[in-house]
């Protein structure tokens, strides 16, 4: 099946570190994304990674992808109150157009 | 601003109403995409139109009828809908239709059926 997972929330204090966790199952997948969903607006592109990367750091966000146990995670440091926002995991099956997104994980951040 | 502009940013529409939700991207991007985003559950691809072609239809009810006129618009045309239609309706697009091309969002329509 084409499954993909995240927990739905996540809380943390500002000038923490957020990390967010998601799990996939089709293994064909050749790219993974994270979105970010601010009230009131559409998905946002964040960052991607390709399927044969296991890391990748754009300032202050770190993508990791463990292929073995399709796991990617999104690590935000110094999150700020900015950040609060749902994040959404989404994977790229080698067939067919379409992206699966989880269903999102609300970040909630307090100062 | 993302480029992707979508109206009306919400609707309320009764079961027996026809009503019609639009997309512009001012991309030049060749492919568009609606997706239906309800509460607690995964955003749902309905459908893919690239070079004004239809290239995908998730299995989405015939009461959804889209339409791409030319690659910057996309419409969506609503008739006798159900409540549980009712949900946030995002319109997105990309220069191509395979996952080389990152997806451009819009800020969606907030559609209630009442």
């Known amino acids: 099946g084409e499954d993909v997972e995240q927990s739905l929330f996540l809380s943390v204090r500002e000038g923490d570190s957020s990390v967010i966790n998601c799990t996939y199952t089709?293994?064909?997948?050749?790219?993974l994304y994270w979105y970010k969903q601010e009230p009131g607006a559409g998905l946002q592109l964040l960052t991607y990674?390709?399927?044969?990367?296991d890391m990748k750091q754009d300032q202050r966000l770190t993508v990791l992808l463990n292929k073995k146990d399709k796991h990617l995670s999104l690590r935000i440091a110094d999150t700020q109150t900015g950040d609060s926002a749902i994040y959404f995991c989404?994977?790229?099956?080698?067939?067919?157009?379409?992206?699966?997104f989880g269903k999102g994980t609300t970040l909630s951040v307090s100062s | 601003e993302t480029g992707v502009t979508q109206t009306p940013r919400h609707l309320v529409m009764g079961m027996t109403n026809k009503k019609s939700l639009k997309c512009e991207q001012h991309?030049?991007?060749?492919?568009m995409y609606w997706y239906k985003q309800s509460a607690k559950k995964p955003l749902e691809l309905m459908f893919v139109y690239s070079l004004e072609e239809r290239v995908e239809n998730n299995s989405v009810p015939s009461r959804f009828s889209p339409e791409c006129p030319n690659s910057s618009h996309l419409f969506l045309h609503l008739h006798t809908l159900q409540p549980e239609d009712s949900a946030l309706y995002l319109c997105a697009s990309s220069q191509g239709d395979s996952a080389l091309y990152e997806q451009y969002f819009g800020p969606g329509t907030r559609l209630t059926v009442t």
């Open positions: 990674i390709f399927s044969n990367m």
């Open positions: 089709d293994s064909s997948s050749t790219y």
């Open positions: 989404a994977e790229k099956p080698q067939a067919g157009t379409a992206l699966i």
């Open positions: 991309l030049g991007h060749n492919a």
